[in-house]
C-alpha cells in the first residue's frame, strides 16, 4: 500500500526527494539493493543539502551492505554519521560490513558506541524488531554480522 502511494505520488512530482528515499528504504528493507541505490542517489540529486541527508547517506549504507559491498557501506554510514553521530542505522551499518570485512577490532569499536546509543542490545531484539520490514536474507546477514562483533545474544 505505501508502494502504491509513493508511485502516486511520484507521477505527481519526480522531484519529491523524500518520496525517493522512502522508495529506496523500502527497496533496501526488501534486499533489492540496486533498485534501492538508485532511488537514494535521485533523491540526493534532487535535494544535496537537505537537512535530513544522512537518511539518505544511512539507506544507501544498508543498501551497499545488501549487495556486499562492505566498503562503500562503511563509506556512505561515515558521511550519515558527519551529519548525525547518533543515528544508530549507520552505525549498525559499519558494525556489520566491518565484521563480514574480517576487521574484528573496528566492527567491536562501532559495537561498543551502538551499545552507547542502544544500551541494553541483543541479537534476540535486533531479531525481533528486524522481522517484519527485513527481507529474511539482510535479517540474516546483520545477525551474522553482529554475532562475529560480539553482540550478545541475550
Known amino acids: 500500500m505505501a508502494e ?8 505527481l512530482n519526480p522531484n519529491a526527494a523524500l518520496a525517493w528515499m522512502t522508495r529506496g528504504w523500502i527497496h533496501a528493507f526488501r534486499n533489492q539493493p540496486e533498485a534501492a541505490i538508485d532511488n537514494f542517489v535521485r533523491a540526493l540529486r534532487l535535494s544535496p543539502f537537505d537537512p535530513l541527508g544522512y537518511y539518505v547517506g544511512g539507506g544507501l549504507a544498508v543498501a551497499h551492505l545488501a549487495a556486499r559491498r562492505f566498503e562503500e557501506a562503511i563509506e556512505w554510514a561515515d558521511r550519515a554519521l558527519h551529519d548525525q553521530p547518533r543515528f544508530t542505522v549507520a552505525v549498525r551499518a559499519k558494525v556489520v560490513a566491518n565484521a563480514h570485512l574480517g576487521r574484528l577490532d573496528e566492527a567491536r569499536a562501532e559495537l561498543g558506541r551502538m551499545l552507547a546509543l542502544y544500551p541494553g542490545l541483543t541479537i534476540a531484539a535486533w531479531r525481533a524488531f528486524a522481522a517484519t520490514p527485513f527481507a529474511p536474507e539482510l535479517v540474516e546477514l546483520y545477525l551474522t554480522g553482529l554475532r562475529l562483533a560480539g553482540l550478545p545474544e541475550e
Open 4 to 11: 502504491a502511494a509513493l508511485d502516486r505520488v511520484l507521477r
